[in-house]
């Protein structure tokens, strides 16, 4: 594999409760050299009003949620033109171990999908490091008659790994997008598709690869 020793679970647990979306943006006030941190620096989108957006670090760190309590995207039956499409971009301030980097392995999302028959919905999703140019990107397609939970992950081979480039702090950028078509529907008829389940399970898992950075 390369890039070094693969670790997973890296470091003690740090953190377990949620972040709200409207923490200050900023760096940290004396990191712990051993642990990992999670920071919201800015969350943007239509997808993601203020203060319906939550962030949790795993307690092995392997892991972070984002949780969304306002994403919905729809169209037909009177739908606002605008509504078909959501996003969301959450920008994270990462502090690791010193010597680690950290990238995205996997992600699994879940919402809830009704889709009338002729209509389609798109769950997209995107990764990058401030600055740099490697971006990785997943999408997933849905076709109605749908009325039903969805799930979908996004798998990245070690070799793809978008990797925080070591000894520099740069923030980690995620978006994502769901959008969702009337079609050949009637148009009285609304089809919508929503990120996170309404009982307010979690709903986005990042889980985290890291490798060790190479000694100077």
Known sequence: MPGGLLMSGAVAALLTTA??????????????????????????????????????????????????????????????????RKNCQLNLIVHVPQGFTYAIASADYRGFASLQSGASGTQKASYYFQGSPNTAQRTHPFSGPIDDNWQATDSTDWAQLVWAPCGVERNFNINTELRVAAGSTSPDKVSFMTMDSTDGDISTVYHLAWKECPSH
């Open 19 to 84: 972040i709200p979306a409207h923490t200050p943006s900023g760096g940290f006030d004396d990191p712990p050299p051993d642990k990992i941190i999670i920071k919201v620096a800015t969350v943007n989108g239509s997808g993601c009003p203020q203060g319906t957006t939550a962030v949790a670090v795993s307690p092995d760190n392997t892991a972070f949620t984002v949780t969304y309590s306002a994403y919905l995207a729809k169209a037909g039956g009177g739908s606002d033109p605008t509504a078909f």
